[in-house]
Each structure stands twice: as structure tokens, then as C-alpha cells.
């Protein structure tokens, strides 16, 4: 079936650094592909998404390519805040007119001043 | 309301009991999604309601589930014989057609 492989993490960085978060995807067709972001004591919320490749996904600083050759959907952010700090989870979806969400496991991040 | 709630917030229960779980989807949005986050199967999808189309339960883990939505609004999730591996936060998405999912807080559910 359809699933999401995520960086594992937890992932601590510096306030400033750069990030990536990795995540790949198998699917029998063409997916769309999102990022959500679950910040301390709040619920999911969309943080980005692409529905085909190529396409590019930003919000908030943080983007994410469609790249179909590589099924993957990885995370970047050039210069993350301690306010990042959140669980992010990489999903996909497949139906069209049923969007249930396939989630990875989640990557637990980190930003210390 | 401005998004989607979900009531209880917190629910403990006795192993062997039933539990109902309400979720009231954002006005005018006609999907509405329940998913379920445990520490050992991470974020997975449970069932799916569209308007008055039969709805997507296959991601219900045994027939101890059920879900029905009323009126195309309120939804309740019930768990019947509850048992430990149970213990989750069960979540509510609901959207447009199409459309980006919003989800509620949770209702955290502890099975002693």
C-alpha cells in the first residue's frame, strides 16, 4: 500500500542553522504531498503542500520540492527560530475526492538558542 | 466556532467499557475525517465521511468502532469494549471538498 518514510529524530539544532527534513514516499500513482506541523500543546495544522511534480510548496520560510524521480518531499528551511520548534509529520494523499492522509512517524524538532 | 472541536478533551475509561467521541467539523465543510495517534502506529486514518455518500471505513481497526454523522455536521466516533491498545488522541479533520483539512485539538483517551 501507499506510505511515508520520515527522518527519524528527534532533530536538535541552533537557532540559525539550516534544516532539512527528509521524507520519501511510495505510492501506486501520482500523490499530493503535504507537511504538517504540530507546535507544542496546539493541533495539526497544514504547513505546506504540492500536488504534482515539480512543484514547490513554501510557507513561513520553509519549502519542499515534488520530486518524483526521487519520490521524495523533503523539508528546508534556511535559518530556523527557536519558534519552529514543533512535531513534523510528511504525508500524501491519493484519491481524488478522498483525501485521507498516509502520515510518516513524525520528526520531533528542536531549536535552542 | 471559528475551527474544529472535539469533546471530551480527556476521557479514562475501564477496560471493557463503551466511549463515544464528538466531533463538531468547521460550518459548510463537507468532509470530515477522524484519525487516531498512538506511540506505537504513529498518525493513521480511521474513517471518512463525504455528504451523504456511504462512507471510507477502512481504516477502522475491528468492528469495535463505529462512526456516524448526523445531519451532515456533528460526528461521533463510539469504541465499544474498549481495551488498552485503545489508548490514543483521536482526531477530527474536516474540509471543503478537495480542500486543505482542519483539525480539531483531540480527545485523549486512557483505557486502564
Known amino acids: 500500500g501507499d506510505s511515508v518514510t520520515q527522518m527519524e529524530g528527534p532533530v536538535t539544532l541552533s537557532e540559525e542553522a539550516f534544516l532539512t527534513i527528509n521524507c520519501t514516499y511510495t505510492?501506486?500513482?501520482?500523490?499530493?504531498l503535504f507537511w504538517y506541523v504540530q507546535y507544542p500543546g496546539e493541533g495539526l495544522q497544514l504547513l505546506l503542500k504540492?500536488?504534482?511534480?515539480?512543484d514547490k510548496g513554501s510557507n513561513k520560510g520553509f519549502e519542499a520540492t515534488y520530486r518524483k524521480e526521487t519520490t521524495s518531499f523533503h523539508l528546508e528551511k534556511g535559518s530556523v527560530q527557536v519558534s519552529d520548534s514543533a512535531v513534523y509529520f510528511c504525508?500524501?494523499?491519493?484519491?481524488?475526492?478522498?483525501?485521507?492522509?498516509?502520515f510518516g512517524t513524525g520528526t520531533r524538532l528542536t531549536i535552542i538558542p | 466556532g471559528a475551527g474544529v472541536s472535539q469533546s471530551p478533551s480527556n476521557k479514562v475509561t475501564e477496560k471493557g467499557k463503551d466511549v463515544e467521541l464528538r466531533c463538531d467539523p468547521i460550518?459548510?465543510?463537507?468532509?470530515l475525517y477522524w484519525y487516531r495517534q498512538s506511540l506505537g502506529q504513529g498518525l493513521e486514518f480511521l474513517i471518512y465521511?463525504?455528504?451523504?455518500?456511504?462512507?471510507?471505513k477502512s481504516g477502522l481497526p475491528s468492528d469495535r468502532f463505529s462512526a456516524e454523522r448526523t445531519g451532515g455536521s456533528v460526528s461521533t466516533l463510539t469504541i465499544q469494549r474498549t481495551q488498552q491498545e485503545d489508548s490514543a488522541v483521536y482526531l477530527c479533520?474536516?474540509?471543503?471538498?478537495?480542500?486543505?483539512?482542519?483539525f480539531g485539538p483531540g480527545t485523549r483517551l486512557t483505557v486502564l
Open positions: 504525508a500524501l494523499s491519493m484519491d481524488f475526492g478522498n483525501e485521507k492522509l498516509t
Open positions: 505510492a501506486t500513482g501520482y500523490p499530493s
Open positions: 465521511f463525504q455528504g451523504n455518500s456511504a462512507p471510507d
Open positions: 504540492a500536488t504534482k511534480a515539480d
Open positions: 460550518s459548510g465543510h463537507t468532509a
Open positions: 479533520a474536516s474540509s471543503l471538498v478537495l480542500g486543505e483539512q482542519f
